[in-house]
């Protein structure tokens, strides 16, 4: 007698069924089933309308980065009364700046308004009567003030500064807006100087004291500040400044260049003006305020050239200030931020030259 081949088991078989995974009324297979469609969709989508897709899906990457951004700095925050919590009393702060808030919609409601900007505050404990106030500047394109700096605020603190860290537009970590709002060489000027202003006005520092630090874009900062309120600072500090936008785009890449035409609304070729405009070089002649500059030959990102031309500016405009540029030094673009033998007596210098004038 032949065997008789077995038909082939239907897609559910009675131990599914049972399980009820197989019904399009299970939980399961509606999910599945709206997965099914989405995915079809958006296949459709990308073979009917490729630009639109790509950009709503870009979108939700961006937010869904921004958020993890957020909640990085959140835990970043905590890091911060680990690593000073025995040397200073910690705060964070929001305040309204003097620049309002860039909207789509220049006439809708709340236009006009002013943005408002967290602000680090780190002051010494025991600290008795006014003392003097340290603006420091984070760095960075979308950068923030994170607790990797923790040990040179220590050294700062040590010699008893009040410090005020100002998230200025564009920082990340604090939200999209806020991250959207950026405006380099612009308003964000601004920002570091209002956090300035507040903290005269409401912290036990000193007026007369002030002095401004920042490294990379905070020595941009630094510079742009110095330049704009030379009397509002006692004293700065530009460590690896970006000094010149018109040089720098010359020698970054196409990509480098089309992120800087979003911040600034056109490339170099097509607005020279507006990006001299935008750099400290174009302002040596109004920086009056005591200033050391640092830089390094191998540099990877502020190229040396740039600061060179920054400091020949200066020389130019008659200006007495102090420079060191570096020849090689370990670490490149951080090399004394990081923790060397080099970037420790490299601070050292700095701190000399801000004791100068703030002790």
């Not at 540029?325 to 420790?344: K, Q, S």
Request: neutral net charge; hydrophobic residues 40%; glycine residues 8%.
């Amino acid at each position: 007698m032949a065997a008789r081949t077995p038909p082939s088991q239907p897609a559910g078989t009675p131990a599914l069924r049972r399980m009820g995974l197989m019904s399009l009324e299970s939980p399961l297979m509606k999910w599945i089933a709206l997965s099914l469609i989405f995915a079809a969709s958006i296949a459709t989508a990308q073979t009917t309308d490729p630009p639109a897709t790509a950009k709503a899906l870009e979108r939700h990457d961006t937010s869904m980065d921004r958020g993890f951004d957020d909640i990085d700095r959140d835990v970043d925050d905590v890091l911060w009364y680990f690593k000073l919590g025995d040397v200073a009393a910690i705060d964070k702060v929001r305040i309204a700046t003097s620049k309002p808030l860039r909207m789509k919609n220049p006439t809708g409601q709340g236009a006009g308004n002013a943005l408002i900007m967290p602000v680090y505050v780190f002051t010494p404990k025991g600290q008795k009567g006014p003392a003097p106030l340290v603006v420091f500047v984070h760095g960075g394109v979308h950068g923030r003030m994170d607790s990797g700096y923790a040990h040179i605020l220590r050294e700062l603190l040590g010699q008893g500064y009040v410090i005020v860290c100002p998230e200025y537009r564009g920082s990340i970590g604090h939200g999209s807006d806020h991250y959207e709002q950026i405006d380099y060489g612009g308003a964000e000027i601004d920002d570091v100087h209002d956090a300035r202003n507040w903290a005269v006005e409401n912290l036990p520092v000193d007026a007369n004291r002030v002095a401004i630090i920042g490294w990379s874009h905070g020595g941009f900062q630094t510079l742009m500040n110095i330049a704009r309120w030379p009397k509002d600072y006692t004293v700065a500090y530009a460590g690896v400044p970006v000094s010149d936008l018109v040089q720098r785009m010359g020698y970054k890449s196409a990509g480098y260049r089309a992120t800087f035409e979003e911040f600034i609304g056109k490339q170099a070729v097509d607005n020279v003006a507006e990006y001299r405009k935008r750099s400290p070089v174009t302002y040596a002649d109004k920086i009056d305020t005591p200033l050391l500059i640092h830089s390094t030959t191998n540099d990877e990102d502020v190229n040396v050239l740039e600061v060179e031309h920054m400091i020949a500016a200066l020389k130019a405009a008659g200006k007495k200030f102090e420079y060191k540029i570096y020849e090689n030094a370990p670490g490149g673009h951080v090399f004394n931020r990081i923790d060397t033998r080099l970037a420790r007596d490299s601070r050292k210098e700095i701190w000399e030259f801000l004791g100068r004038y703030l002790k």
